[in-house]
């Protein structure tokens, strides 16, 4: 979580972020957005992508503005903020593809050390939550603020 990130703008309840990318291939609005999982009050899905309106995002498109790391620390740092106003609650992380599933995954085992000094993160696997272990496949990822006891 040392890497760096982008300036970003939060909406008043913290639950929607936006931020540029800026690279080779100019610059490209990006949306991050923390939404309830269904009618589960304490889990909130995490989906982010690149804008193609001001109410609409589009999390499947690859930029390839060569700043991957740069966009996927701005995320972790909208995390942190969403969590300074929830943090009791739970972000589910998945990609909008299996690739993409992937890449959190390998971002996770390569931040791991850093990262688990601040959130506690599971592992999902067919529909089983288990607590991380490193290089095994999940299909998806649920990470909540550390209790500091």
């Not at 269904?38 to 995002?57: H, K, P, Q, R, T």
Request: net charge negative; proline share 4%; charged share 25%.
């Amino acid at each position: 979580m040392k890497q760096p990130y982008y300036d970003f703008q939060a909406s008043t309840s913290q639950l929607s972020f936006t931020f540029d990318s800026i690279g080779p291939n100019g610059i490209i609005p990006k949306a991050v957005v923390y939404s309830p999982l269904y009618n589960m009050a304490d889990i909130y899905n995490l989906a982010f992508g690149d804008m193609i309106s001001d109410e609409d995002f589009d999390d499947e498109v690859i930029s390839n503005n060569n700043d991957r790391d740069k966009v996927l620390a701005t995320v972790i740092q909208t995390m942190l903020v969403f969590f300074e106003t929830y943090p009791n609650k739970i972000v589910f992380l998945t990609g909008s593809t299996p690739s993409r599933t992937r890449l959190y995954q390998i971002i996770i085992n390569r931040e791991y050390y850093t990262v688990s000094e601040v959130f506690e993160i599971e592992g999902v696997k067919n529909n089983t939550r288990e607590k991380i272990v490193q290089n095994k496949r999940y299909d998806a990822f649920l990470i909540k603020l550390k209790t500091i006891t």
